[in-house]
């Protein structure tokens, strides 16, 4: 396993990020396909052998029952400072009013039973899950500070936005004192590339670590084109990112992957953690071989010819996932 520094802070995180959207309870939330606890388990020890220190999930993932399974399952694998956390806040988590968003009400309620239900007295990254158009910035960050001066977090992070959106968080942060997001968390892969045109730039610029989520497009990109799987077959969401005009891209890396004798799946991340604002993808694994290729990518360097092959066929898309 590699490590690098997330962004411009000290932090030490894994080269791969384990992402934990794939634990739940099926019967929980909105995802049937995610493991429970039981076959959860394996796949957290197997990533803590690999090596692997970085942590991501969220509130809203399986309706808290993945926090619960990762706090229980890392509370046994190793001591809590050796591990990064990451967990997010916006998403509903209940009826009624001030059941989501990023009010200084909902963040701080919000902190509080993430905690409860890791298992810990701190996470280590705390992330916006998406903008909130219906509470000013200036609330969100001001709670978000004070949720790092009392120290249930260390570090702020933010996921998929438009640029000026994260300018303007990270502006006000500033000019009050306040603590910046340190990281970002958007949707980068060989299938969309649109954060190249801003997002990446801003963040290489002002030293904010970058963590691709679905550096693999949900799994296109380690399959055959039109071959479905028991998630793809229910991820509404998943349906709205992609469309028939990615083929040619999903082919050049099964044609890239084969002449090397490899899986898809290591090549298209290979691709993904070459772009030097990458610190770490997001990778999701409901079966050992998912965590064995996201580390056996790590040592797969393309070649330009490779690359050019793999990019040639992109085409522009409209924004998508936030």
């Known amino acids: 396993m590699e490590y690098v520094k997330l962004g411009a802070t000290g932090l030490d995180v894994s080269r791969i990020v384990l992402g934990c959207m794939s634990f739940g309870g099926p019967d929980r939330g909105n995802h049937a396909w995610t493991l429970d606890e039981?076959?959860?388990?394996?796949?957290?020890?197997?990533?803590?052998?690999?090596?692997?220190?970085?942590?991501?999930?969220?509130?809203?993932?399986?309706?808290?029952?993945s926090e619960e399974i990762v706090g229980r399952a890392l509370a046994e694998h190793g001591r809590r400072d050796e591990f990064v956390i990451a967990t997010k806040?916006?998403?509903?988590?209940?009826?009624?009013p001030n059941g989501a968003g990023l009010s200084r009400k909902a963040i701080l309620a919000a902190i509080d039973a993430s905690l409860?239900?890791?298992?810990?007295?701190f996470v280590d990254l705390y992330q916006i899950h998406r903008w909130?158009?219906?509470?000013?910035?200036?609330?969100?960050?001001?709670?978000?500070?004070?949720?790092?001066?009392?120290?249930?977090?260390?570090?702020?992070?933010?996921?998929s936005m438009w640029a000026?959106?994260?300018?303007?968080?990270?502006?006000?942060?500033?000019?009050?004192g306040w603590t910046p997001f340190v990281s970002m968390q958007d949707h980068y892969n060989l299938l969309n590339r649109e954060e190249e045109r801003e997002m990446l730039p801003l963040c290489a610029d002002q030293g904010v670590g970058v963590i691709p989520w679905s550096p693999l497009a949900r799994g296109l990109l380690t399959r055959e084109w039109g071959e479905q799987t028991s998630r793809s077959q229910t991820d509404e969401?998943?349906?709205?990112?992609?469309?028939?005009?990615?083929?040619?891209?999903?082919?050049?890396?099964g044609e890239v992957a084969a002449a090397r004798g490899i899986p898809r799946a290591?090549?298209?991340?290979?691709?993904?953690?070459?772009?030097p604002a990458v610190t770490a993808p997001i990778v999701g694994a409901t079966r050992a071989g998912h965590l064995e290729d996201a580390v056996a990518a790590l040592d797969v360097e393309l070649t330009d010819d490779e690359v050019a092959a793999l990019e040639a066929p992109y085409v522009p898309h409209a924004p998508a996932g936030f």
């Not at 394996?42 to 309706?63: E, K």
């Not at 969401?237 to 890396?253: K, S």
């Not at 290591?266 to 772009?275: E, F, G, K």
Request: charged residues 25%.
């Open 38 to 65: 039981d076959a959860s388990r394996p796949l957290l020890r197997q990533a803590v052998d690999a090596g692997i220190t970085f942590f991501d999930t969220a509130n809203v993932y399986s309706a808290g029952s």
């Open 89 to 96: 806040v916006h998403g509903r988590m209940h009826d009624g």
């Open 116 to 121: 409860t239900r890791l298992g810990t007295d």
């Open 132 to 159: 909130d158009p219906h509470t000013p910035i200036e609330e969100t960050m001001e709670a978000l500070h004070d949720v790092v001066r009392s120290g249930k977090v260390r570090y702020l992070g933010a996921s």
């Open 164 to 176: 000026w959106q994260f300018a303007k968080a990270q502006e006000t942060a500033r000019a009050n």
């Open 237 to 253: 969401f998943g349906a709205t990112l992609y469309g028939d005009a990615d083929r040619a891209v999903v082919d050049a890396v």
């Open 266 to 275: 290591q090549v298209a991340l290979a691709w993904v953690l070459r772009n």
